[in-house]
């Protein structure tokens, strides 16, 4: 049974960062493709960033691209999403899945609220 357990969202002002991190189990997670999603009030789900099962390859939604960082650790089956110049739009659940392919159930995400 896949797990996908989200933390680190939170409360940042404008121009701020968050760290967000999804542990996962059930899965051989060094063989998937993975990904960050969120989704806002009223909006559908969107993939935000991707990265290859190394970490060689990672692609971005142009609205994040070059302030969010996607990165993994296989080790400890972990993928982390490095949030920097925050702005309200930003604010959402956030989630991880797999990045391309058909997804599994979804955890309960993370609050991500960008506000001052």
């Known amino acids: 049974q896949v797990q996908l357990v989200e933390s680190g969202g939170g409360l940042v002002q404008p121009g701020g960062s968050l760290k967000l991190s999804c542990t996962t189990s059930?899965?051989?997670?060094?063989?998937?493709?993975m990904g960050w999603y969120r989704q806002a009030p009223g909006k559908e789900r969107e993939r935000v960033a991707f990265i290859t099962t190394t970490g060689g390859g990672t692609d971005y939604a142009d609205s994040v691209r070059g302030r969010f960082t996607i990165s993994r650790d296989n080790a400890k089956s972990t993928l982390y999403l490095q949030m920097n110049s925050l702005k309200p739009e930003d604010t959402a659940v956030y989630y991880c899945?797999?990045?391309?392919?058909?997804?599994?159930?979804w955890g309960q995400g993370t609050q991500v609220t960008v506000s001052s």
């Open positions: 899945n797999r990045g391309q392919g058909g997804l599994w159930d």
């Open positions: 059930g899965i051989i997670f060094r063989t998937k493709h």
